[in-house]
């Protein structure tokens, strides 16, 4: 079966920091462009970051930018995003997509089930 897998989500208290996974099975993300989206509740999904397939050109969203790093290791078959200093506006359910593009862009072909991810005290 061809899918990716979230993990790492949780609850944490604002300054806090978690490390998401983003893990594919049954292909190779080596020639995948990876994007990392939330979803607040009552909120549309919107895009946070994303990665090139190479991994030489990455985006932030402005919210993000400085707190959030997106980095991925093709041996592993994994993408990662790295989230310090959480705020509870980063509150959501994190998704990863891919798409077989060098670049960031949709429509993605692949989408995880999401993971959740609380900051709160």
């Known amino acids: 079966q061809l899918q990716v897998v979230e993990s790492g989500g949780g609850l944490v208290q604002p300054g806090g920091s978690l490390r998401l996974s983003c893990a594919a099975s049954?292909?190779?993300?080596?020639?995948?462009?990876i994007g990392w989206f939330r979803q607040a509740p009552g909120k549309v999904r919107e895009g946070v970051s994303c990665?090139?397939?190479?991994?030489?050109?990455?985006y932030y969203d402005d919210s993000v930018k400085g707190r959030f790093t997106i980095s991925r290791d093709n041996a592993k078959n994994t993408v990662y995003l790295q989230m310090n200093s959480l705020k509870p506006e980063d509150t959501g359910v994190y998704y990863c997509?891919?798409?077989?593009?060098?670049?960031?862009?949709?429509?993605?072909?692949?989408w995880g089930q999401g993971t959740q991810v609380t900051v709160s005290s």
């Open positions: 049954g292909f190779s993300l080596d020639d995948y462009a």
């Open positions: 990665i090139y397939s190479s991994g030489d050109n990455t």
């Open positions: 997509a891919a798409v077989r593009k060098h670049v960031c862009s949709g429509p993605y072909d692949y």
